[in-house]
């Protein structure tokens, strides 16, 4: 009985009904497009370090985890892998460049980030080859890079960089291609080290600096359980240097937790929002047939049909929405392009989705309680 009273309420007012399932639909919308903007701008910042084939990261002591900032020179390296349950350390280094479209379009800034092949730091590739030389004009490109110049392995790539008051070309050949490895919302190109001190702004080009300084050094474990134990020992034995792992040291990225915080306080008004929007719906329903369900139950309807029947159609209509908006901002997001910094993972659209499933039933909830407490001779106008 719930059922048919709820569903054939929907059925015979579906234009007033449509009317909310569509103000769901766009709230939906706007929650499952600020998750995926979240989480499109979190990767893109974070991608390559989330990404890294070793459990700690090393800096120069002082520096607040900035990449940027921190300078790791070959004595610091030789040190690091003489710490006992060390099995190898990466230098990997930063830096931002232009790249050179073939087509004559504008140039693409990406990050250009130098490895030493075969350590930590160097990305696997799904195409092609690892880096081999040191000093080779080889490098590696992520997806970013593929997605915005359609690269294959074999292809000659142009990147432009000011040395001093000049700008410099240098051309590399594509050796590999690896996976989406974004780094400060930027594609990602991975040079050897060598060449990446030689290319790199204000870098030295001339080889007259005897000792090769990186940003950072990537420290893959022997035993990866035992992150804490090790970098304790690293501060201990090793001077000038502190150690974090790959989350603590995404999260300390510039802007990165106050960036993750704004959208996060975003998404959470737009559920109040919700809440407030269906709650308000169908409080003006509940008061608009307080005749009729005061008839119902003066025939004898119980209240926990009524309450049922209530709630079913609160969570019909609802749902209808989600559902909409769903597919919606799953389509729109699809389309856009990759410079756009949005992505929908399942968890995310889940984790959203089910929330926004809560928000009927929670707006909702006032108007079953003043369906439960009419009285059928006072709704029909017979009480004295």
């Given at each position: 009985?719930?059922?048919?009273?709820?569903?054939?309420?929907?059925?015979?007012?579906?234009?007033?009904?449509?009317?909310?399932?569509?103000?769901?639909?766009?709230?939906?919308?706007?929650?499952?497009?600020?998750?995926?903007?979240?989480?499109?701008?979190?990767?893109?910042?974070?991608?390559?370090?989330?990404?890294?084939n070793g459990e700690l990261l090393v800096f120069q002591e002082g520096t607040q985890l900035s990449t940027t900032a921190s300078r790791i020179g070959r004595q610091r390296i030789a040190e690091l892998r003489r710490?006992?349950?060390?099995?190898?350390?990466?230098?990997?280094?930063?830096?931002?460049?232009?790249?050179?479209?073939?087509?004559?379009?504008?140039?693409?800034?990406?990050?250009?980030?130098?490895?030493?092949?075969?350590?930590?730091?160097?990305?696997?590739?799904?195409?092609?080859?690892?880096?081999?030389?040191?000093?080779?004009?080889?490098?590696?490109?992520?997806?970013?890079?593929?997605?915005?110049?359609?690269?294959?392995?074999?292809?000659?790539?142009?990147?432009?960089?000011?040395?001093?008051?000049?700008?410099?070309?240098?051309?590399?050949?594509?050796?590999?291609?690896?996976?989406?490895?974004?780094?400060?919302?930027?594609?990602?190109?991975?040079?050897?080290?060598?060449?990446?001190?030689?290319?790199?702004?204000?870098?030295?080009?001339?080889?007259?600096?005897t000792e090769l300084i990186s940003n950072i050094a990537v420290v893959r474990l022997q035993d990866p359980s035992a992150q804490a134990e090790v970098a304790k020992t690293i501060e201990q034995t090793v001077k000038?240097?502190?150690?974090?792992?790959?989350?603590?040291?995404?999260?300390?990225?510039?802007?990165?937790?106050?960036?993750?915080?704004?959208?996060?306080?975003?998404?959470?008004?737009?559920?109040?929002?919700?809440?407030?929007?269906?709650?308000?719906?169908?409080?003006?329903?509940?008061?608009?047939?307080?005749?009729?369900?005061?008839?119902?139950?003066?025939?004898?309807?119980?209240?926990?049909?009524?309450?049922?029947?209530?709630?079913?159609?609160?969570?019909?209509v609802n749902a209808f929405g989600v559902a909409i908006g769903a597919v919606g901002t799953l389509a729109l997001t699809s389309n856009f392009p990759v410079t756009v910094p949005i992505m929908l993972t399942g968890?995310?659209?889940?984790?959203?989705?089910?929330?926004?499933?809560?928000?009927?039933?929670?707006?909702?909830?006032?108007?079953?309680?003043?369906?439960?407490?009419?009285?059928?001779?006072?709704?029909?106008?017979?009480?004295?």
């Amino acid at each position: 009985m719930s059922f048919y009273l709820a569903l054939k309420e929907v059925w015979r007012n579906k234009g007033r009904f449509l009317l909310i399932a569509a103000v769901v639909a766009l709230i939906t919308t706007l929650v499952l497009f600020i998750a995926a903007l979240a989480e499109g701008l979190a990767s893109a910042n974070r991608e390559y370090i989330e990404k890294l084939n070793g459990e700690l990261l090393v800096f120069q002591e002082g520096t607040q985890l900035s990449t940027t900032a921190s300078r790791i020179g070959r004595q610091r390296i030789a040190e690091l892998r003489r710490v006992p349950g060390v099995a190898a350390v990466g230098q990997v280094g930063f830096s931002t460049l232009k790249l050179v479209p073939p087509d004559g379009s504008a140039d693409i800034n990406v990050a250009f980030i130098g490895v030493e092949p075969g350590l930590p730091g160097e990305p696997p590739v799904y195409a092609g080859q690892q880096l081999e030389r040191d000093r080779g004009n080889n490098v590696i490109v992520d997806e970013g890079v593929v997605a915005r110049l359609g690269t294959k392995v074999g292809d000659t790539i142009k990147l432009k960089v000011t040395q001093g008051t000049k700008e410099e070309f240098y051309d590399l050949t594509v050796v590999g291609l690896t996976d989406r490895r974004q780094y400060f919302f930027q594609p990602a190109i991975f040079a050897p080290l060598n060449t990446w001190d030689k290319i790199r702004p204000d870098g030295n080009g001339s080889g007259a600096n005897t000792e090769l300084i990186s940003n950072i050094a990537v420290v893959r474990l022997q035993d990866p359980s035992a992150q804490a134990e090790v970098a304790k020992t690293i501060e201990q034995t090793v001077k000038d240097v502190e150690v974090a792992d790959r989350r603590t040291t995404w999260e300390a990225l510039p802007g990165y937790a106050a960036q993750q915080s704004t959208l996060t306080t975003q998404q959470f008004f737009t559920f109040f929002i919700g809440v407030l929007v269906v709650g308000g719906f169908f409080q003006i329903q509940t008061l608009q047939k307080v005749a009729q369900i005061g008839m119902l139950k003066a025939i004898g309807l119980s209240n926990w049909t009524v309450g049922w029947s209530a709630l079913i159609q609160i969570f019909t209509v609802n749902a209808f929405g989600v559902a909409i908006g769903a597919v919606g901002t799953l389509a729109l997001t699809s389309n856009f392009p990759v410079t756009v910094p949005i992505m929908l993972t399942g968890t995310t659209a889940l984790a959203s989705v089910l929330a926004l499933l809560a928000i009927g039933p929670l707006g909702g909830i006032v108007s079953v309680f003043v369906l439960l407490r009419i009285e059928p001779l006072r709704a029909l106008g017979m009480a004295q």
